[in-house]
């Protein structure tokens, strides 16, 4: 799953107040999580500032013998998989719990997007202790993370771009409302819908508003989309476990790498990055029996396609 | 003599879903042509010699190592922004060596029809994945951190020991400090698959809980082993 038990004390996400400058001219825009400077007119090499707060109390990661005087360094953990960067940078203590560093980034070296967030790292490691990290390099605390971008960030849809057509069902799928046609190999299938429903049928399907003739559309509907998901999803996991070497679901053939990505956020909650490394884990995993990935076929899944389509809330209108 | 060729991109990457598209007229792929040159000669020579050679005609894997020190040689002056999009490798391995991918990897229409994936050897993806698959960019992205001088590739030689070695190590999050990379090169020398693939899930598990990006090369190679 996407949440990561930690048996010792970890200060998960309190690392704070973390400000953003750039130095030489190059300009940027911030929206909470993102900085943008896809946008800045100069494009040469720059310093980004970044500061940061510890949280108060932080030496109590630590063990206690070591408080008073702990062994510890704050870094900027960055990675790039655009530039095929990954490093970690320390920072210098400003005052009180405010710590700053400049990481130079020019624009010849780095592209795409930069993906930081700020650690607190034990630097020397001491004796074994119950319910503490006490080896050298341990991470105690973090922040959240932050995306720079240095080009436009990628706009590409994520999921929800299923064609549909009405089709004179034949024997095969006569008496069927719909299948999914995956005769285009690399694209999404498509959606044929049977054309020869009864008409007022299909006026409900095609209902654009609410009320009465709405809820039932979204009655026959809402199921019938989480049988979609769920269909769509064992095509692309199958895709996946195929790709015994894909360890980055970017890496997949378009568009399975954007389903991908959108079914693992449906599956995971939490950390995007956290949510696909899972779904990338079970896919690949080879125990004897393939429990793991029995169970995200079974019984994960088709709760999240629920989830995905609201079919609760869907039929709650009826009351 | 040299062949310089000026160094394109396309301006929007392709797909594998292009490709037939792409043989039947490149042109409509528009590319935006950059300011560095590069001189293919050396490598396009050593592709030909070993696509003749008997000795690689029935272990193509085994010619990955020496045309990867060629390949190295002739991309390395090349700026990191241009030598990770993957819009130049696809550009470069559909128009100056096709030939080569199709040789390589069996890119038959056959193969190709049945196995579409296979295609991401000349139109890769983004990231260390894509790097690692594109025909070209998979030989010389390596060397970029593994090359200590002119007269030494043994680390390049430790990657391409077996196939599976160089997918592995080229493939992880890992690989992309050059530190991390070359503890990880040297901790395989000699492993088979298995084995190789045992200290990558080792590797995973530390970084859940350590920071890999702060210790020395030898501090990584030890705390692999």
């Known amino acids: ?107 010849i070296d780095w592209r795409g997007k930069i993906e930081l967030r700020i650690e607190l790292i034990r630097n020397k490691g001491t004796s074994p202790t119950p319910g503490f990290y006490t080896k050298k390099y341990n991470v105690l605390s973090n922040s959240e993370e932050f995306s720079i971008y240095l080009e436009d960030k990628n706009t590409s849809p994520q999921g929800g771009e299923l064609q549909f057509a009405w089709e004179d069902f034949t024997n095969d799928q006569s008496g069927a ?3 999914l046609d ?24 095609e209902h654009k508003g609410h009320g ?9 509907w809402s199921p019938t989309e989480a049988d979609i998901w769920e269909q769509i999803a064992t095509k692309a996991f199958g895709i996946l476990r195929d790709e015994g070497e894909t360890f980055d679901l970017s890496d ?7 389903v991908t990505k959108t079914l693992a956020s449906m599956i995971f909650k939490g950390d995007q990055e956290d949510a696909e490394k899972s779904l990338v884990e079970i896919c690949h995993k080879e125990d004897d029996d393939n429990k793991a990935f029995r169970n995200l076929l079974d019984e994960l899944l088709p709760v999240a396609v629920q989830r995905k389509v609201n079919l609760l809330n869907v039929y709650e209108k009826l009351k | 003599m040299a062949k310089k060729i000026q160094i394109e991109i396309y ?81 470069i391995a559909l128009n100056e060596f096709l030939d080569y991918s199709i040789w390589r990897w069996d890119m038959t229409p056959e193969n190709i029809d049945q196995q579409a994936n296979i295609l991401r050897h000349v139109i890769s993806g983004r990231g260390v994945g894509g790097l690692s698959r594109n025909s070209i960019s998979r030989l010389v992205i390596p060397c970029v951190d593994l090359f200590i001088s002119p007269s030494d590739y043994s680390l390049v030689d430790i990657l391409f020991q077996n196939q599976q070695t160089e997918q592995s190590l080229t493939q992880s999050m890992q690989s992309m400090n050059p530190k991390t990379f070359r503890a990880m090169v040297k901790s395989v020398k000699g492993l088979d698959g298995d084995g190789v693939k045992e200290k990558i899930k ?9 920071n890999l990006d702060l210790m020395t090369e030898v501090e990584i190679q030890n705390t692999i082993n």
């Not at chain 1, 009465?212 to 026959?220: F, M």
């Not at chain 1, 997949?252 to 954007?258: F, K, Q, V």
């Open chain 1, 252 to 258: 997949l053939p378009e568009p399975w790498n954007r």
């Open chain 1, 177 to 179: 409302l719909y299948y």
């Open chain 2, 11 to 91: 301006t929007k990457a392709l797909q594998i879903k292009d490709y037939l598209e792409w043989t039947a007229d490149s042109s409509q792929f528009e590319t935006t042509q950059l300011q560095y040159s590069i001189d293919i000669k050396p490598l396009r020579k050593e592709i030909d010699s070993i696509k003749n050679n008997p000795q690689f005609i029935n272990d193509k894997a085994s010619s990955d190592c020496v045309l990867a020190k060629v390949a190295h040689k002739v991309f390395k002056k090349l700026p990191n922004s241009v030598l990770t999009d993957n819009r130049f490798w696809q550009w």
């Open chain 2, 202 to 210: 080792r590797l995973n598990a530390l970084s859940d809980s350590y």
């Open chain 1, 1 to 107: 799953m996407a949440i990561t038990i930690r048996p010792n004390k970890f200060l998960e996400h309190e690392i704070s107040n973390l400000n953003f400058a750039s130095d030489s001219g190059v300009e940027f825009e911030k929206d909470e999580f993102e900085i943008y400077f896809s946008k800045s007119k100069t494009k040469i090499p720059f310093n980004l500032k970044v500061t940061a707060d510890l949280p108060v109390g932080w030496e109590n990661a630590f063990t206690p013998p070591e408080r008073a005087n702990p062994p510890y360094s704050v870094v900027i953990a960055y990675i790039s998989k655009d530039s095929r960067k990954r490093g970690a940078k320390k920072m210098s203590l400003v005052s009180g719990l405010s710590y700053e560093a400049d990481l130079p980034i020019d624009f």
């Open chain 1, 212 to 220: 009465e003739r709405g809820l039932k559309r979204d009655l026959i």
């Open chain 1, 182 to 205: 995956h005769a285009a190999p690399y694209s999404l299938p498509v959606l044929k819908l049977n054309s020869l429903m009864d008409d007022s049928l299909k006026v409900i399907l």
